[in-house]
């Protein structure tokens, strides 16, 4: 599933911190909730996490993107113009 809550968040940024030599890889449309949003930007910032905002027409781009997050736009139709 995805970050749900900001307290599963933190428990991601406690294993993730406890395991230095393993990357993690996460793509979430947690961005939009508010209460989680601070959780994930402190996961994001660990050195061994990779975290990207999931994206779509109907979520549109996020206004403020932290430094240590991507975006992945999920593109619906082969037509459709990703915002840039």
């Known amino acids: 599933g995805d970050f749900f809550s900001p307290e599963y968040t933190k428990a991601w940024a406690t294993v993730a911190?406890?395991?230095p030599m393993v990357t993690f890889y996460a793509?979430?449309?947690s961005w939009r909730v508010e209460e989680v949003r601070p959780?994930?930007?402190a996961l994001?910032?660990?050195a061994n996490v990779k975290l990207w905002y999931s994206a779509d027409r109907d979520s549109g781009m996020p206004a403020d993107v932290?430094?240590?997050v991507r975006v992945a736009w999920l593109q619906?139709?082969?037509d459709e113009e990703v915002p840039g």
């Open 17 to 19: 911190a406890a395991s």
């Open 27 to 29: 793509y979430t449309r």
């Open 39 to 41: 959780a994930l930007e």
């Open 44 to 46: 994001a910032a660990l």
């Open 66 to 68: 932290p430094p240590d």
């Open 76 to 78: 619906v139709d082969a």
